[in-house]
């Protein structure tokens, strides 16, 4: 394979496990949920521990992510993580407390009691994903960074990365990633948990956060379709100024067009058979939609010449999956590591399956000495 077929490849992976990564933040949503859906304390133990079942998975995502980003585009690892460093540590504080907040809410005589660490894991499920939504925003929208020719680079602004909160699509896409959590959080404890008060509860905590994502979502899809873009010249890789970019390569690439729409309608569908059907299956129609919805997206942003990082210092200064990739000595051997990507994917269908064989209850929590 020629390098750009590698960089394509490499791109391609990079989408899959960052829309896997997404779907899975529903451990995040319900997080937010706790008190939304749980009035008692056994509610309460009964959501976080369906929830507890499936937080290392999303943590496995999130590591494969920036692994796989890291190895296969180190430039944008450099930039990004070296420059916009106040988000990027934001977000990873917000990662550690969640894993302190399952390992300590119910040891013995903690000293700062379980609601303490209630409040960390709504921290990761608000603060953490819409800190997560503002950072994939900005690749959209761009940083403030530059890069010389020797592929140093340095940012441009003394708040490295906090002014991304100030444009107004990426707080959207923030917004939109955490509406959709607890939306994708509603309907998983549809289908993990047996308990009829909280059931009861489900479907006007699943209508409200549909809305506000929908409004939200779009809100960002028009702005990506019908807002500049940056596009490259694959032959000199200079960056100029294009009118409606995405909307472009849709039309120059239908099928990507086609499999948004299909990803969209089955997100609809599975929201409309949940609160019109009270069909406990529902998530793993929308879990399709948002999987495929969300790799389409990410697609765009590094196919048909597009810049996936813009520049907002130095316009040349651009990434693309060609000036920030590996080597291609680097990229087909990490080609051949990849294939164990359909392991991992395996271990975690497994893993699911056997924990979700029956629905969790209130007695079956209490009579486990060791839950979360």
Sequence with gaps: MNLLILQEYWWFLVSVIGALFVFMTFVQGGQTLLYRLGRTEDERDLLINSLGRKWELTFTMLVMFGGALFAAFPLFYAVSFGGAYYVWMAILFCFIIQAVAYEYRKKPDNLYGEKFYEILLYINGSLGIFLIGVAVGTLFTGGNFIVNSSHLSHWTMQSYGLEALLNPFNVAFGLMLVFLSRMQAGLYFLNSIDTPTIIGRIKKVVTINFIMFLVLFLFVLGMILFSEGLVYDSTTGVVSIKSMKFL???LDMPLLLVLLVVGVVSLL??????????????????????????IIVLLILGLDNSVYYPSLADMQSSLTIENSSGSHYTLSVMAYVSLLVPVVAGYIFFVWRSMDKTKLTIDEIKSDSHHY
């Design 269 to 294: 569908w599975g929201v409309f058979i949940a609160l019109i059907k009270n069909n406990d299956k529902a998530i793993w129609f929308t879990g399709f939609g948002v999987i495929l919805t969300v």
């Design 248 to 250: 472009h390569s849709f």
